[in-house]
């Protein structure tokens, strides 16, 4: 996730900033498969936190298909709804009228999506 700049000749100043441009989410991952067949519709749901940015919340809750193409390999389909809380530091406002010294403020964004997902299982 890049940082966006307000770019005024001879001086950036940055919309919003992060500790880290990559988010790394640690979470838990529980699926059901409903069936044992060739075809399996399954349930799956993946729910934890990120470790960097101090950002909040990540959740993936999807439906989907198990295709088997052999004993022990499998393409999968599914459908889904992520949502994550991410926090930026954003401008705030200029604090000097000699400078271009400005301030900053932590905000909290929630972003939400829907997924489709294609794997192989092997």
Known sequence: MPSYTYKIP??????D???????????ANLRCNF??????????????TYVTNNSGLYANLSVGCRIATSSKQAINVSVGYTTEKLEFQ??????SYASIAYSTKDIKYDATGISIKVGYEF
């Open 90 to 95: 954003e401008f705030d406002r200029f604090t």
């Open 10 to 15: 001879d001086m950036d100043i940055p919309f």
């Open 17 to 27: 900033t992060r500790e880290s441009q990559v988010e790394i989410p640690v979470f």
């Open 35 to 48: 069936t044992k067949g060739k075809i399996a519709p399954f349930a799956d749901i993946k729910a934890g």
